[in-house]
């Protein structure tokens, strides 16, 4: 059998495969939680190729449904993944979604289209027309400098503005050191 190679996605780019037993899987914005008893695990399903559960484990159905539209294959195995019962289908053999990407950001009519549905579906208010990638990016800086100075303001904690050395890490203050590590 021939495939496309480049309709296989990195599994270096994310977790390879997670088992649990004896829980409970449920769906939680675009990721999944696994709890039981003690404690509770939220799990990115974009990042996850394979989810195996063993017995005792209970699924929802937004859970699965979440993990398929993630590409996520789920078997049903025994104790300690022994044995194999059964899976669902993963997308381990198709690359659709990333060459939808790739068309969407190489394609500059297309970006623009996507930058302002996003700025609209995160900010509920529409972009004005004609503004150049440059100058979104640059609104969005503002922003972002206004929520940091907005966060000094109810915390107390001082903040002098965003400055950093790339090749310099320690001469950083300990807020712009704990941003660019919390960003990167």
């Not at 503002?142 to 950093?164: I, K, L």
């Not at 890490?169 to 590590?181: E, F, V, Y």
Request: aromatic share 8%; proline share 3%; with cysteine.
């Amino acid at each position: 059998m021939n495939y496309d190679l480049r309709s296989l996605p990195k599994m270096r780019d994310g977790l390879s495969y997670a088992y649990f037993e004896h829980c409970v899987v449920e769906q939680e914005g675009m990721s999944i939680s696994i709890f039981n008893e003690q404690e509770r695990i939220q799990v990115p399903a974009a990042a996850l190729g394979v989810l195996l559960l063993g017995p005792g484990s209970s699924i929802t159905h937004s859970a699965i449904k979440t993990l398929a539209e993630n590409g996520c294959l789920v078997q049903w195995t025994g104790e300690g993944a022994q044995r194999f019962y059964a899976q669902g289908l993963g997308e381990t053999r198709k690359g659709g979604h990333l060459e939808l990407q790739a068309k969407l950001w190489a394609d500059s009519k297309l970006h623009e289209q996507i930058v302002h549905r996003m700025y609209l579906l995160r900010f509920r208010r529409k972009l004005p027309a004609g503004l150049s990638l440059e100058q979104i990016r640059g609104m969005e800086g503002v922003r972002v400098r206004e929520a940091y100075a907005q966060a000094s303001r109810e915390t107390g904690v001082p903040w002098e503005g965003r400055s950093y050395d790339r090749n310099n890490w320690s001469n950083g203050d300990p807020i712009n050191r704990a941003l660019s590590a919390a960003n990167s």
